[in-house]
Nanobody, 118 residues
Framework: QVQLVESGGGLVQAGGSLRLSCAAS????????LAWYRQAPGNERELVAAISSADRTTYGDSVKGRFTISGDNAKNTWYLQMNILKPEDSAVYYCNIDVGNWPRRTYWGQGTQVTVSS
């Protein structure tokens, strides 16, 4: 079992920055990937960014060039640096971890609210 706790959300003005953290605890025998998703009211949950065990990264089109995902595997903590925030970035941000080999499992955090005012 793996527990994820997100932090760092809050209220920020458009153009500002926030850094989200996702701290994992529990049994992480094999780390495969960590992803950040977000969900705004009335919208589906969408992928924001992901990082693999090989440090390969991928980003959603709407955040490319503004957001950066990184991680400290030794601390089991991952980050999402969000710059040049826009009101449309407002959402609940969730982290999701992919661990294990057989079986392979994923776990979700409880989410952290990000609100960007115009």
């Amino acid at each position: 079992q793996v527990q994820l706790v997100e932090s760092g959300g809050g209220l920020v003005q458009a153009g500002g920055s926030l850094r989200l953290s996702c701290a994992a605890s529990g049994s992480i025998i094999q780390f495969n990937a960590l992803a950040w998703y977000r969900q705004a009211p009335g919208n589906e949950r969408e992928l924001v960014a992901a990082i693999s065990s090989a440090d390969r990264t991928t980003y959603g089109d709407s955040v490319k060039g503004r957001f950066t995902i990184s991680g400290d595997n030794a601390k089991n903590t991952w980050y999402l640096q969000m710059n040049i925030l826009k009101p449309e970035d407002s959402a609940v941000y969730y982290c999701n971890i992919d661990v294990g080999n057989w079986p392979r499992r994923t776990y979700w955090g409880q989410g952290t609210q990000v609100t960007v005012s115009s």
